[in-house]
């Protein structure tokens, strides 16, 4: 079946601008996870959804960064005011349940470049 | 200090050779240890996983798991150029929600 998809595969913004990464997880996982790789290092959490709500939010680095998920399938991860340390690559993966959170399966990611 | 150390290498070994590649980390509560593999420009791809102390076997990868010396291996068994990627562990407890990952380590396999 198909796998995590991820909108768009690459984005460039100039510093200050907002931008929406978009991800679709694998048909009927009620768990969704945003993470954050920097180029050399492994993903870094940002937050969790069980459902429609973010069941842990404590990696977001600050208030720029907010994610949704307002029917429980995609979500959207959003940005303010990007920095250029924003740059990097947005991993969103999905597991079948909560429960089941150490099977997650990952997207092919957005490279996001802030100019 | 980080909850997950591995070390990034990189490392180059020759067709065929066995590859032993290694996490330590930190915290006890992790109960399930995964290994990802992450082509260049790809999502990481979910390998295989062994639940608390134990060998888990699938084919030619072993995932071994010491939790008395908070020891995580992954072990390739007759190496292929196509195992050429960087390897991520990546712990899990199960009253949490996030995967923390080590570093991850870059592995050529040259024919």
């Known amino acids: 079946g198909a796998g995590v998809s991820q909108t768009p595969s690459n984005k460039v913004t100039e510093k200050g601008k907002y931008v929406e990464l978009r991800c679709d997880p694998i048909?009927?996982?009620?768990?969704l996870y945003w993470y954050r790789q920097s180029l050399g290092q492994g993903p870094e959490f940002l937050i969790y959804f069980q459902g429609t709500g973010a069941a842990d939010d404590s990696g977001l680095p600050n208030d720029r960064f907010f994610a949704v998920r307002p029917e429980g399938s995609v979500s959207t991860l959003k940005i303010q005011r990007t920095e250029r340390g924003d740059s990097a690559v947005y991993l969103c993966?999905?597991?079948?349940?909560?429960?089941?959170?150490?099977?997650?399966?990952f997207g092919p990611g957005t490279r996001l470049t802030v100019t | 200090q980080k909850e997950v150390e591995q070390d990034p290498g990189p490392l180059s070994v020759p067709e065929g050779a066995i590859v032993s590649l290694n996490c330590t980390y930190s915290?006890?509560?992790?109960?399930?240890f995964m290994w990802y593999r992450q082509y260049s420009r790809k999502g990481p791809e979910l390998l295989m996983y062994?639940?608390?102390?134990g060998n888990k076997e699938d084919g030619r990868f072993t995932a071994q798991v010491d939790k008395s010396s908070k020891y995580i291996s992954l072990f390739i068994r007759d190496s292929q150029p196509s195992d050429s990627a960087t390897y991520l562990c990546?712990?899990?407890?199960?009253?949490?929600?996030?995967?923390?990952f080590g570093e991850g380590t870059q592995l050529t396999v040259n024919p």
């Open positions: 062994t639940y608390s102390s």
């Open positions: 990546a712990p899990w407890e199960t009253s949490g929600s996030r995967l923390t």
């Open positions: 048909s009927g996982h009620t768990a």
């Open positions: 915290n006890s509560a992790f109960q399930y």
């Open positions: 993966a999905s597991s079948p349940s909560g429960v089941r959170g150490h099977e997650q399966y």
